[in-house]
């Protein structure tokens, strides 16, 4: 597999030196000449300097052979762009994009740049997933492949309390995959029985969240 | 004919004042306040007198563009110092804002010409220069 990586900031050449240690073939691109130049020294010549947005440079770095390019930058239009022109120009088939400012995440989606990956929504859903009064948490979200992975908390009145899996109709197309309780998971079987406080993790189309939220959460606290 | 250019410098300013002269209602976005100047220099009244609007603000943020008034806009022109602010934001203006006539200023000819087979209007002044320049070396 080869791996091509816009932006040689702290995450650009972490990743460079985790898939190379991984027998990765990497090109890592830099436009700071002087960053570059710190890098080259570890890196040797799997960095090249060149702005990754300029097509020459990606054509240097071979992005025609490239099974995958992640641009990495400390700028999001660079990041969407680089992306843009692998994904839309060079017919790579996977791509993946850093956002720096999470607001500006609607326009990777609007550009049809996915996965677009930020750092803080990432922490935010940690913390989500570690305070539990938020209620409901979106833990993984594959867009393209229309599936996510959602936490929530069944709280008091809600109607699957005491309920087994089995009595709880749920929507098609989603499904309970794991149990919290007391601080330890397991893959519940139709006869398990949803107790108050539990954490319910499932699957499901993206859409029936709202749905799915008034089974485990009483009616006032699923708008919430 | 609105009118809203997205970039105060020689370029967005310039086009902005003929543009008004020519009797369009035209807003300017920029993220610099003191860009504004290059409105009003050489000019009789102020850019707001002579029926002008200027929003600052930073281009990729959408407040900005709304005030600025992307949702009335007839023609939408990215002309910032940054190719690549310049060729997300006239993606943004065509595909969420809709707005009928996108142009977009790109200084490296090879993304203007890739981008504008996309569909998109790109003006490449680095290509102008390198063809005039051409015209005047054979001539001479």
Same mark, same amino acid.
């Given at each position: 597999m080869y791996v091509i990586i816009a932006g040689a900031g702290k995450v650009g050449w972490n990743l460079a030196r985790e898939l190379i240690a991984r027998d990765r073939e990497v090109t890592l691109i830099e436009s700071n000449h002087e960053r570059f130049g710190v890098v080259e020294e570890e890196l040797e010549h799997a960095v090249q300097y060149g702005d990754a947005s300029e097509l020459w440079v990606l054509e240097r770095a071979g992005i025609q052979r490239a099974d995958l390019v992640i641009a990495v930058t400390g700028d999001d239009e660079d990041n969407i762009l680089i992306c843009q022109v692998a994904k839309e120009k060079y017919g790579?088939?996977? !791509?993946? +994009?850093?956002?720096?400012?999470p607001r500006n995440l609607p326009h990777f989606k609007l550009l049809g740049i996915q996965p677009a990956v930020s750092a803080t929504d990432l922490i935010l859903r940690l913390i989500e997933h570690e305070v539990p009064e938020y209620g409901l948490v979106q833990l993984l979200a594959l867009e393209e492949e229309h599936l996510e992975i959602i936490e929530l908390e069944v709280v008091a009145d809600s109607e699957a309390v005491g309920k087994q899996v089995k009595e709880i109709t749920l929507p098609e197309g989603s499904l309970i995959i794991s149990v919290l309780r007391n601080g330890r998971g397991f893959v519940p079987k139709g006869d398990s029985v949803i107790e108050l406080g539990d954490q319910v993790l499932l699957i499901l189309d993206p859409g029936l969240e709202r749905e799915i939220t008034e089974r485990f959460a009483a009616s006032g606290a699923a708008a919430a | 004919m609105f009118i809203l250019i997205v970039g105060c410098g020689r370029v967005g300013s310039a086009v902005a004042?003929? %543009?008004?002269?020519a009797g369009n209602d035209v807003s300017v976005l920029d993220r610099d306040p003191l860009s504004h100047e290059r409105l009003d220099r050489d000019q009789t009244s102020t850019w707001e007198d002579a029926g002008g609007r200027f929003t600052v603000g930073t281009a990729l943020e959408t407040d900005g563009?709304?005030?600025?008034? !992307?949702?009335?806009? $007839?023609?939408?022109? %990215?002309?910032?110092?940054?190719?690549? #602010?310049?060729?997300?934001?006239? =993606?943004?203006?065509?595909?969420?804002?809709?707005? *009928?006539?996108?142009?977009?200023?790109? %200084? $490296? *000819?090879?993304?203007? +010409?890739?981008?504008?087979? =996309?569909?998109? =209007? #790109? !003006?490449? *002044? #680095?290509?102008?220069?390198? $063809?005039?320049?051409? =015209?005047?070396?054979? +001539? +001479?």
């Open positions: 790579v088939q996977r !791509i993946v +994009a850093r956002v720096n400012n | 004042k003929r %543009a008004l002269e563009l709304i005030e600025a008034g !992307i949702e009335q806009a $007839d023609v939408f022109m %990215a002309a910032t110092s940054g190719d690549n #602010t310049n060729l997300v934001i006239a =993606q943004i203006a065509k595909r969420r804002f809709n707005v *009928p006539r996108v142009i977009v200023r790109v %200084a $490296d *000819p090879a993304r203007a +010409a890739w981008y504008n087979e =996309q569909g998109l =209007q #790109t !003006i490449c *002044p #680095t290509q102008s220069a390198i $063809d005039q320049a051409e =015209q005047v070396l054979l +001539a +001479a």
